[in-house]
């Protein structure tokens, strides 16, 4: 992996790979290409930013952010022209399923148009591996649980995941067409230091700190495969480095080099098991009071539109193809997550 593209670095998945190719793969070309839009507060893609730039500097890694959005054809032929990429992470992509009903233009622009663009790139401009963000949130409604890459996923109840479940289907044909080597990654509720507030574990820490009520969906009765964003970047990692194998089939045509994997804990929890431990966390880390009235900033609330009930990654293939199992504990997280808060915190 000589010359690396990830798009969306300045975001919590990307960040982290980032570091780690930083760590990892000496002597590569790590080029970050990120929109910096305002989905959330910038000033938390610019903490990444400042981190990103300080390790690239200590570690002497030749290392690029292009401030540029994949929505833009011009800007990903020209960075695909220039470096010639070995390998491409998109996991650029307009997140959050609530937000796609208020406001669906910008998941066509990035996560159709912009997908779209990098398919088009890697055609011609051709690469080794493409690999990309998909989400859990395609099985939908999915009543059979744990949650497998063999099931049908026909049935999003979000454009968000619809736009997910069209970049598997894109990715399929432009391995088909164009013989590119295509993995995608079904990720499941990631979260970890420096995450994204929108998330339910760093908006529920910000409206406590505030003194506001959180509401807990579906009256508690929620199930989330938490994964911790280590977790999660340790499988993307691994998976960069395992291509589908090119071949032909009887037909003489490539058979396509294309495959889906799940990157989940594969240990659902209940959302008012997770309020609980978030809480204890807290408060252990001194975000929190030791006194705090949880029972008085909690509201149990209908499910919302575009949510699901349960979410549980079968990650079997996972394991047998590169070994590797999600190992970090929700509470193990957590305590991270909450330290991590209270330090950031002390800077704002």
């Known amino acids: 992996m000589q010359s690396i593209l990830v798009t969306g670095g300045a975001g ?6 980032i570091k780690r190719l930083f760590a990892e793969v000496p002597g590569a070309t790590i080029v970050n290409v990120d929109n910096m839009n305002d989905y959330y507060d910038p000033a938390l893609k610019e903490y990444r930013l400042m981190q990103l730039k300080a390790q690239s500097d200590e570690l002497k890694v030749d290392y690029h952010f292009i401030r540029g959005d994949i929505a833009d054809k011009a800007t990903v032929d020209g960075l695909f022209s220039q470096y010639r990429f070995d390998v491409v992470v998109n996991l650029a992509a307009q997140a959050g399923v609530r937000y796609s009903i208020e ?12 997908f779209y663009n990098i398919l088009e790139a890697c055609r011609h401009y051709p690469v ?3 690999v990309y963000a998909s989400s859990s949130s395609v099985y939908g409604g999915n009543k059979k649980v744990p949650f497998s890459t063999d099931d049908r996923v ?9 736009t997910k479940k069209s970049n598997e289907l ?3 044909c432009y391995s088909k067409l164009y013989d590119i080597p295509t ?3 079904r990720f499941f509720t990631v979260y970890g230091p420096a995450g994204r507030p929108d998330m339910a574990y760093f908006g529920f820490t910000n409206k406590l700190l505030k003194g506001e009520t959180i509401q807990i969906f579906n009256y508690g009765n929620c199930r989330r495969d938490f994964t911790y964003v280590d977790d999660i970047v340790e499988g993307v990692f691994r998976v960069m480095q395992g291509a589908p194998a090119r071949c032909k089939g009887d037909d003489g045509l490539p058979v396509p080099p294309y495959a889906i994997y799940n990157i989940g804990g594969g240990q659902p929890e209940n959302l008012l098991d997770f309020v609980q431990i978030l809480q204890e966390e ?9 006194n705090y009235d949880f029972e008085a900033h909690k509201q149990l609330v209908p499910m919302q539109p575009g949510d699901v009930p349960t979410t549980y990654a079968d990650s079997t293939a996972l394991q047998r193809d590169f070994g590797f199992t999600p190992q970090i504990t929700l509470r193990e997280g957590l305590r991270k997550f909450a330290e991590w808060y209270a330090e950031y915190m002390k800077k704002e």
Request: hydrophobic content about 45%; aromatic content about 6%; glycine content about 8%.
């Open 103 to 114: 406001n669906p233009d910008a998941y066509i622009q990035s996560n159709l148009i912009g």
């Open 183 to 185: 993995t995608g990654l």
């Open 170 to 172: 894109m990715a399929h």
């Open 12 to 17: 919590f998945i990307g960040s982290n790979l």
């Open 128 to 130: 080794q591996h493409l």
């Open 154 to 162: 026909d049935n999003p109840v979000s454009l968000y995941a619809a």
């Open 282 to 290: 807290l408060v252990r880390a001194g975000v929190l009071p030791q």
